[in-house]
Protein backbone atom coordinates (compact mmCIF):
# COMPACT_ATOMS: atom_id res chain seq x y z
CA UNK A 1 0.00 0.00 0.00
CA UNK A 2 2.82 2.67 0.84
CA UNK A 3 5.30 1.30 -1.80
CA UNK A 4 5.79 5.10 -3.60
CA UNK A 5 6.38 6.30 0.40
CA UNK A 6 9.14 3.73 0.95
CA UNK A 7 10.82 4.06 -2.06
CA UNK A 8 10.96 8.08 -1.54
CA UNK A 9 12.12 7.85 1.73
CA UNK A 10 14.77 5.20 1.06
CA UNK A 11 15.96 7.45 -1.98
CA UNK A 12 15.94 10.50 0.07
CA UNK A 13 18.84 8.75 2.41
CA UNK A 14 20.63 7.59 -0.46
CA UNK A 15 18.95 4.14 -1.26
CA UNK A 16 20.25 2.25 1.99
CA UNK A 17 19.70 -1.58 2.78
CA UNK A 18 17.89 -0.01 6.00
CA UNK A 19 17.25 3.57 6.64
CA UNK A 20 17.47 4.85 10.05
CA UNK A 21 14.83 6.90 12.56
CA UNK A 22 17.55 9.08 13.42
CA UNK A 23 20.91 9.10 14.07
CA UNK A 24 23.85 11.41 15.08
CA UNK A 25 25.98 13.37 12.45
CA UNK A 26 30.03 14.12 13.47
CA UNK A 27 31.49 15.77 11.12
CA UNK A 28 33.71 18.35 12.63
CA UNK A 29 35.64 18.73 15.76
CA UNK A 30 34.53 16.19 18.29
CA UNK A 31 37.49 14.15 17.62
CA UNK A 32 39.86 16.97 18.71
CA UNK A 33 38.37 18.26 21.39
CA UNK A 34 37.82 14.77 22.74
CA UNK A 35 41.93 14.43 22.05
CA UNK A 36 41.95 17.40 24.54
CA UNK A 37 40.27 16.24 27.39
CA UNK A 38 42.47 13.30 27.17
CA UNK A 39 45.89 14.64 26.64
CA UNK A 40 45.27 17.12 29.01
CA UNK A 41 43.58 14.43 31.94
CA UNK A 42 40.48 16.88 32.35
CA UNK A 43 37.77 14.27 31.67
CA UNK A 44 35.66 14.50 34.23
CA UNK A 45 33.56 16.82 35.58
CA UNK A 46 35.64 20.00 36.01
CA UNK A 47 37.69 21.25 32.34
CA UNK A 48 37.02 23.99 30.24
CA UNK A 49 34.29 22.41 27.85
CA UNK A 50 31.78 22.40 30.04
CA UNK A 51 32.06 26.47 31.12
CA UNK A 52 32.77 26.68 27.18
CA UNK A 53 29.38 24.67 26.10
CA UNK A 54 27.20 26.34 29.03
CA UNK A 55 28.49 29.71 27.49
CA UNK A 56 28.07 29.18 24.13
CA UNK A 57 24.40 27.33 24.55
CA UNK A 58 23.76 30.98 26.69
CA UNK A 59 24.90 32.77 23.44
CA UNK A 60 22.92 30.26 21.27
CA UNK A 61 19.50 30.59 22.80
CA UNK A 62 19.83 34.20 24.04
CA UNK A 63 19.60 32.56 27.77
CA UNK A 64 21.16 34.75 30.63
CA UNK A 65 22.67 31.41 31.80
CA UNK A 66 22.56 27.84 30.97
CA UNK A 67 24.08 24.99 33.23
CA UNK A 68 24.85 21.56 31.96
CA UNK A 69 23.09 18.50 33.36
CA UNK A 70 24.04 14.87 32.91
CA UNK A 71 21.18 14.17 30.75
CA UNK A 72 17.73 15.85 29.73
CA UNK A 73 16.24 13.65 33.27
CA UNK A 74 17.97 14.82 35.53
CA UNK A 75 17.46 18.47 33.65
CA UNK A 76 14.17 18.18 34.24
CA UNK A 77 14.14 16.69 37.69
CA UNK A 78 16.15 19.91 39.03
CA UNK A 79 14.19 22.55 37.07
CA UNK A 80 11.20 21.10 38.85
CA UNK A 81 12.63 21.88 42.38
CA UNK A 82 13.92 25.30 41.13
CA UNK A 83 10.41 26.42 40.46
CA UNK A 84 9.67 24.85 43.81
CA UNK A 85 7.57 21.88 43.51
CA UNK A 86 7.24 19.88 46.49
CA UNK A 87 6.01 16.04 47.67
CA UNK A 88 2.07 16.33 47.25
CA UNK A 89 1.90 19.61 44.79
CA UNK A 90 0.17 18.71 40.95
CA UNK A 91 1.94 19.84 37.96
CA UNK A 92 -0.41 20.10 34.71
CA UNK A 93 1.45 18.35 31.50
CA UNK A 94 0.57 16.61 28.44
CA UNK A 95 -0.16 12.89 28.32
CA UNK A 96 1.65 12.55 24.70
CA UNK A 97 5.27 12.91 25.54
CA UNK A 98 8.14 11.05 26.09
CA UNK A 99 8.14 9.55 29.52
CA UNK A 100 11.27 11.21 30.86
CA UNK A 101 8.88 14.24 31.97
CA UNK A 102 6.67 12.56 33.99
CA UNK A 103 9.60 10.39 35.91
CA UNK A 104 10.89 13.83 36.54
CA UNK A 105 7.73 14.95 38.38
CA UNK A 106 7.57 11.54 39.77
CA UNK A 107 11.36 11.89 41.70
CA UNK A 108 9.70 14.82 43.40
CA UNK A 109 6.75 12.85 44.70
CA UNK A 110 4.43 15.85 43.11
CA UNK A 111 1.25 14.24 40.59
CA UNK A 112 0.89 14.87 36.86
CA UNK A 113 -2.27 16.22 35.75
CA UNK A 114 -2.82 15.25 32.10
CA UNK A 115 -4.13 17.84 30.02
CA UNK A 116 -4.87 18.36 25.86
CA UNK A 117 -2.54 18.82 23.47
CA UNK A 118 -3.67 21.54 19.92
CA UNK A 119 -4.24 20.04 17.00
CA UNK A 120 -1.95 22.38 15.31
CA UNK A 121 1.56 21.95 17.30
CA UNK A 122 0.99 18.46 19.15
CA UNK A 123 1.62 20.15 22.70
CA UNK A 124 -0.03 21.50 25.77
CA UNK A 125 -3.00 23.48 24.58
CA UNK A 126 -3.86 26.64 26.58
CA UNK A 127 -7.11 26.32 26.33
CA UNK A 128 -7.15 23.07 27.64
CA UNK A 129 -5.76 24.62 30.63
CA UNK A 130 -7.44 27.45 30.94
CA UNK A 131 -10.55 25.52 30.81
CA UNK A 132 -9.17 22.87 33.60
CA UNK A 133 -8.00 25.61 35.93
CA UNK A 134 -11.06 27.48 35.13
CA UNK A 135 -13.20 24.59 36.43
CA UNK A 136 -10.66 22.87 39.31
CA UNK A 137 -8.81 25.54 40.48
CA UNK A 138 -8.44 28.70 43.21
CA UNK A 139 -6.29 30.83 44.16
CA UNK A 140 -5.44 31.26 48.40
CA UNK A 141 -2.75 33.36 49.55
CA UNK A 142 -1.33 33.97 46.33
CA UNK A 143 -1.02 29.77 45.20
CA UNK A 144 -3.19 27.70 43.41
CA UNK A 145 -4.94 24.99 44.17
CA UNK A 146 -7.18 22.43 43.01
CA UNK A 147 -10.44 22.75 44.48
CA UNK A 148 -11.20 18.93 44.33
CA UNK A 149 -8.23 17.33 45.66
CA UNK A 150 -6.93 20.51 48.06
CA UNK A 151 -3.35 19.89 46.52
CA UNK A 152 -1.77 23.00 45.47
CA UNK A 153 -1.07 23.13 41.46
CA UNK A 154 2.17 24.39 41.67
CA UNK A 155 3.45 24.21 38.27
CA UNK A 156 2.95 23.72 34.56
CA UNK A 157 5.43 21.64 32.12
CA UNK A 158 4.11 21.86 28.10
CA UNK A 159 6.79 20.00 25.87
CA UNK A 160 7.53 20.93 22.31
CA UNK A 161 7.03 17.76 20.62
CA UNK A 162 9.20 17.01 18.18
CA UNK A 163 10.83 20.46 17.77
CA UNK A 164 7.13 22.09 17.59
CA UNK A 165 7.06 24.82 19.66
CA UNK A 166 3.69 25.11 22.11
CA UNK A 167 1.72 27.99 22.14
CA UNK A 168 4.18 29.31 24.75
CA UNK A 169 3.49 33.21 25.24
CA UNK A 170 -0.57 32.23 25.80
CA UNK A 171 0.60 29.36 28.20
CA UNK A 172 3.16 31.74 29.95
CA UNK A 173 0.46 34.06 30.43
CA UNK A 174 -2.09 31.69 31.54
CA UNK A 175 0.33 30.74 34.28
CA UNK A 176 1.02 34.04 35.43
CA UNK A 177 -2.62 34.46 36.59
CA UNK A 178 -2.80 31.66 37.97
CA UNK A 179 0.59 31.86 39.76
CA UNK A 180 1.39 28.51 38.53
CA UNK A 181 5.31 28.33 37.49
CA UNK A 182 5.88 27.52 33.37
CA UNK A 183 8.89 24.96 33.13
CA UNK A 184 9.06 24.33 29.85
CA UNK A 185 10.57 20.76 28.53
CA UNK A 186 12.40 21.69 25.29
CA UNK A 187 14.71 18.56 25.10
CA UNK A 188 13.62 17.99 21.63
CA UNK A 189 13.45 21.96 20.19
CA UNK A 190 16.97 22.98 20.53
CA UNK A 191 17.10 25.65 17.76
CA UNK A 192 13.58 25.86 17.80
CA UNK A 193 11.88 29.44 18.43
CA UNK A 194 8.50 31.16 18.91
CA UNK A 195 8.38 34.61 17.75
CA UNK A 196 11.92 34.51 17.45
CA UNK A 197 12.71 33.80 20.84
CA UNK A 198 14.13 30.55 21.40
CA UNK A 199 11.56 27.58 23.62
CA UNK A 200 12.96 27.11 26.81
CA UNK A 201 13.35 30.43 27.74
CA UNK A 202 9.43 31.44 28.31
CA UNK A 203 9.42 30.67 32.60
CA UNK A 204 11.19 29.91 35.28
CA UNK A 205 13.67 27.69 33.78
CA UNK A 206 13.40 25.28 29.90
CA UNK A 207 15.49 21.97 30.01
CA UNK A 208 17.51 20.53 27.07
CA UNK A 209 18.53 17.35 26.03
CA UNK A 210 21.82 16.02 24.11
CA UNK A 211 20.95 12.53 24.08
CA UNK A 212 22.00 10.38 21.29
CA UNK A 213 19.48 10.61 18.96
CA UNK A 214 18.77 14.43 19.54
CA UNK A 215 19.45 17.20 17.21
CA UNK A 216 23.08 17.61 18.60
CA UNK A 217 24.51 14.92 21.01
CA UNK A 218 26.78 14.98 24.04
CA UNK A 219 26.46 10.83 23.90
CA UNK A 220 24.44 11.78 27.32
CA UNK A 221 23.66 15.42 28.68
CA UNK A 222 21.17 17.78 28.94
CA UNK A 223 20.80 22.06 29.83
CA UNK A 224 19.21 23.81 32.09
CA UNK A 225 18.03 27.27 30.51
CA UNK A 226 17.38 30.64 32.58
CA UNK A 227 16.55 34.09 32.49
CA UNK A 228 17.52 34.79 35.93
CA UNK A 229 20.85 34.92 36.52
CA UNK A 230 20.99 34.15 40.04
CA UNK A 231 18.54 30.99 39.81
CA UNK A 232 20.67 30.03 37.09
CA UNK A 233 23.81 30.65 39.50
CA UNK A 234 21.95 28.81 42.50
CA UNK A 235 20.84 25.65 39.53
CA UNK A 236 24.88 25.48 39.10
CA UNK A 237 25.48 25.22 43.03
CA UNK A 238 22.25 22.43 43.83
CA UNK A 239 23.94 20.23 40.76
CA UNK A 240 27.51 20.26 41.56
CA UNK A 241 26.85 19.01 45.39
CA UNK A 242 26.16 22.12 46.31
CA UNK A 243 29.98 22.33 47.47
CA UNK A 244 30.81 25.75 49.33
CA UNK A 245 33.71 27.02 47.11
CA UNK A 246 37.22 26.70 48.71
CA UNK A 247 40.53 25.89 47.69
CA UNK A 248 40.43 22.59 49.95
CA UNK A 249 37.40 22.07 52.53
CA UNK A 250 34.56 20.29 51.91
CA UNK A 251 31.26 22.20 52.73
CA UNK A 252 27.83 22.02 51.29
CA UNK A 253 25.39 23.75 52.42
CA UNK A 254 22.45 21.87 50.43
CA UNK A 255 21.62 18.32 49.63
CA UNK A 256 22.91 19.04 46.64
CA UNK A 257 22.77 16.22 43.22
CA UNK A 258 26.37 15.11 41.27
CA UNK A 259 24.30 16.13 37.95
CA UNK A 260 27.88 17.34 36.07
CA UNK A 261 27.90 16.73 32.69
CA UNK A 262 31.67 15.37 32.34
CA UNK A 263 33.90 17.36 30.33
CA UNK A 264 34.44 14.65 27.51
CA UNK A 265 31.16 14.86 27.39
CA UNK A 266 31.04 18.85 27.26
CA UNK A 267 33.96 18.59 24.37
CA UNK A 268 32.01 16.92 22.19
CA UNK A 269 28.79 19.41 22.55
CA UNK A 270 31.10 22.46 22.14
CA UNK A 271 32.22 20.19 18.75
CA UNK A 272 28.65 20.03 17.57
CA UNK A 273 26.90 23.17 18.35
CA UNK A 274 29.39 24.55 16.20
CA UNK A 275 27.29 22.95 13.36
CA UNK A 276 23.70 22.81 14.86
CA UNK A 277 22.72 25.55 12.32
CA UNK A 278 23.65 23.54 9.48
CA UNK A 279 22.13 20.43 10.94
CA UNK A 280 18.68 22.46 11.14
CA UNK A 281 18.71 23.62 7.79
CA UNK A 282 19.34 20.30 6.95
CA UNK A 283 16.69 18.86 8.93
CA UNK A 284 14.22 21.78 6.95
CA UNK A 285 15.33 21.04 4.02
CA UNK A 286 14.30 17.53 4.07
CA UNK A 287 11.11 18.19 6.07
CA UNK A 288 10.37 20.67 2.84
CA UNK A 289 10.98 17.64 0.58
CA UNK A 290 8.54 15.65 2.37
CA UNK A 291 5.78 18.35 2.48
CA UNK A 292 6.22 18.19 -1.27
CA UNK A 293 5.73 14.68 -1.90
CA UNK A 294 2.73 13.67 0.97
CA UNK A 295 0.88 16.97 -0.85
CA UNK A 296 0.70 14.22 -3.85
CA UNK A 297 -0.32 11.09 -1.04
CA UNK A 298 -3.50 10.44 -0.45
CA UNK A 299 -4.36 9.73 3.51
CA UNK A 300 -0.91 10.49 4.78
CA UNK A 301 -0.51 14.42 6.23
CA UNK A 302 2.49 15.68 6.66
CA UNK A 303 2.85 17.43 10.60
CA UNK A 304 4.44 20.97 9.77
CA UNK A 305 5.62 23.83 12.35
CA UNK A 306 3.05 25.83 13.62
CA UNK A 307 1.98 29.12 12.80
CA UNK A 308 4.71 31.98 14.36
CA UNK A 309 7.36 29.14 14.70
CA UNK A 310 10.39 28.33 13.57
CA UNK A 311 10.76 24.82 13.99
CA UNK A 312 14.16 22.40 14.24
CA UNK A 313 12.11 19.83 12.89
CA UNK A 314 14.03 17.33 15.06
CA UNK A 315 11.80 14.17 13.97
CA UNK A 316 9.26 14.35 11.49
CA UNK A 317 5.97 12.74 11.77
CA UNK A 318 3.11 11.72 9.54
CA UNK A 319 -0.79 11.30 10.79
CA UNK A 320 -2.02 8.65 9.32
CA UNK A 321 -6.12 8.26 8.47
CA UNK A 322 -6.80 5.77 11.72
CA UNK A 323 -5.46 3.46 13.81
CA UNK A 324 -5.26 0.60 10.85
CA UNK A 325 -3.71 2.78 8.50
CA UNK A 326 -1.32 3.45 11.19
CA UNK A 327 -0.69 0.17 11.89
CA UNK A 328 -0.22 -1.64 8.70
CA UNK A 329 1.99 1.72 7.44
CA UNK A 330 4.32 0.82 10.66
CA UNK A 331 4.21 -3.00 9.64
CA UNK A 332 5.36 -2.02 5.89
CA UNK A 333 8.00 0.63 6.28
CA UNK A 334 9.78 -1.11 9.27
CA UNK A 335 9.47 -4.46 6.69
CA UNK A 336 11.13 -2.52 3.78
CA UNK A 337 13.80 -1.39 5.83
CA UNK A 338 12.92 1.73 6.46
CA UNK A 339 12.61 2.73 10.16
CA UNK A 340 9.40 4.55 11.74
CA UNK A 341 8.28 4.18 14.96
CA UNK A 342 4.38 4.92 16.59
CA UNK A 343 4.11 8.48 18.79
CA UNK A 344 4.94 6.90 22.41
CA UNK A 345 2.02 4.94 23.92
CA UNK A 346 0.12 7.97 26.05
CA UNK A 347 1.18 8.33 29.47
CA UNK A 348 -1.75 8.18 31.22
CA UNK A 349 -2.02 4.62 29.65
CA UNK A 350 0.82 3.37 31.74
CA UNK A 351 0.63 1.52 34.80
CA UNK A 352 2.39 4.29 36.61
CA UNK A 353 0.27 7.59 35.75
CA UNK A 354 -3.22 5.43 34.50
CA UNK A 355 -4.98 7.12 38.20
CA UNK A 356 -3.63 10.58 37.45
CA UNK A 357 -6.39 13.19 36.60
CA UNK A 358 -6.75 13.81 32.99
CA UNK A 359 -8.91 16.31 31.10
CA UNK A 360 -11.05 14.54 28.05
CA UNK A 361 -7.47 13.97 25.97
CA UNK A 362 -9.53 14.25 22.91
CA UNK A 363 -7.15 15.57 20.48
CA UNK A 364 -4.14 13.43 22.54
CA UNK A 365 -5.58 10.15 21.61
CA UNK A 366 -6.49 11.50 17.95
CA UNK A 367 -2.67 12.16 17.75
CA UNK A 368 -1.52 8.77 19.56
CA UNK A 369 -3.98 6.53 17.20
CA UNK A 370 -2.55 8.05 13.96
CA UNK A 371 1.10 9.67 13.95
CA UNK A 372 4.19 7.68 13.11
CA UNK A 373 7.57 9.34 13.11
CA UNK A 374 9.69 8.79 9.61
CA UNK A 375 13.40 9.15 8.98
CA UNK A 376 14.77 12.11 9.82
CA UNK A 377 18.47 12.40 9.98
CA UNK A 378 20.66 14.73 8.96
CA UNK A 379 21.73 14.30 5.29
CA UNK A 380 25.02 16.17 4.71
C1 LIG B 1 14.86 13.19 25.22
C2 LIG B 1 13.81 13.76 26.09
C3 LIG B 1 14.05 14.09 27.44
C4 LIG B 1 15.37 13.88 28.14
O1 LIG B 1 15.91 12.67 27.92
P1 LIG B 1 17.41 12.25 28.35
O2 LIG B 1 17.59 11.01 27.58
O3 LIG B 1 17.40 12.08 29.82
O4 LIG B 1 18.36 13.34 27.93
C5 LIG B 1 13.03 14.66 28.16
N1 LIG B 1 11.83 14.92 27.62
C6 LIG B 1 11.57 14.64 26.33
C7 LIG B 1 10.23 14.97 25.79
C8 LIG B 1 12.53 14.04 25.52
O5 LIG B 1 12.25 13.75 24.25
Known sequence: ????????????????????????????????????????????????????????????????????????TAALHMALMLAGVERDDEVLTQALTFIATCNAI?????????????????????DAVKAWLVKNAEIRDGQCFNKNTGRRVKACVPMHTFGH????????NICNEYRIELVEDAAESIGSKYKGKHTGLFGK????????????TTGGGGMLLFMDEELGAFAKHLTTQAKVPHR?????????????MPNINAAVGCAQLEHLDEFIADKRATAAEYVSFFKG????????????????????????????????????????????????????????????????????????????????????
Request: glycine share 6%; hydrophobic share 40%.
Open 1 to 72: MYEKTIAFIKELYGNQDFTPLSVPKFVGNEKKYLEECIDTTFVSSVGKFVDRFEDDIARYTGAKKAVVCVNG
Open 106 to 126: SYIGAHQVFLDVDKSTMGLSP
Open 297 to 380: IDGIEFFVEPENCFSNYWLNAVVLRDKKAQQTFLQETNDNGVMTRPIWELMNRLPMFEKCETDGLVNTQWFADRVVNIPSSVRL
Open 205 to 216: VGALSFNGNKTI
Open 165 to 172: PVRIEELA
Open 248 to 260: WEFRHDYVGYNYR
